[in-house]
């Protein structure tokens, strides 16, 4: 059971493999990212921007010393992201490698879910039931 914080925001994510990590994202959330350099390829998810960075990175990150992102690396909470279809985007995590760590489940007027990605992050998922 996952008991840390649940946080709504953008969010930036380590990864060993930065061209890995930018396929697989782009798969499992349907989307491409709107911008990319060599240390980082950001996306945008509904509201918030899912970063991505390589975990040996050297140095200070652009955003190392800001508050507006939330780390996931440090492993305190977990980010939720809004898509459309909390049960397909679960099995696209899965059929690209990533694994469930809650399976999707109907709270209220939401469903929600938490999947790992291949780098060990957790991310939490989300839509509406209606």
């Known amino acids: 059971m996952f ?19 930018k ?4 798969k499992c959330f349907g989307v491409k990212p709107y911008f990319e350099e060599p240390t980082w390829v950001v996306f945008q998810i509904h509201d918030y921007q899912l970063w991505l ?3 040996n990175l050297t140095g200070e990150s652009v955003y190392e010393a800001t508050n507006y992102f939330y780390k996931a ?11 459309e279809d909390v049960y397909e985007t679960c099995k696209r ?8 760590f809650k399976a999707p489940k109907k709270t209220g ?13 957790k991310l939490g998922l989300h839509s509406n039931a209606f």
């Open 53 to 55: 960075e390589p975990d």
């Open 109 to 121: 007027s939401f469903i929600d879910a938490i999947v790992n990605d291949l780098w060990s992050n």
């Open 23 to 26: 396929e697989f994202y782009s």
């Open 73 to 83: 690396s440090k492993r305190e909470g977990l980010i939720f992201w809004a898509v």
């Open 3 to 21: 008991t840390g914080a649940i946080v709504f925001g953008s969010c930036r994510y380590k990864v060993a493999d930065l061209s890995a990590a």
């Open 93 to 100: 995590f899965q059929e690209l490698g990533g694994t469930i």
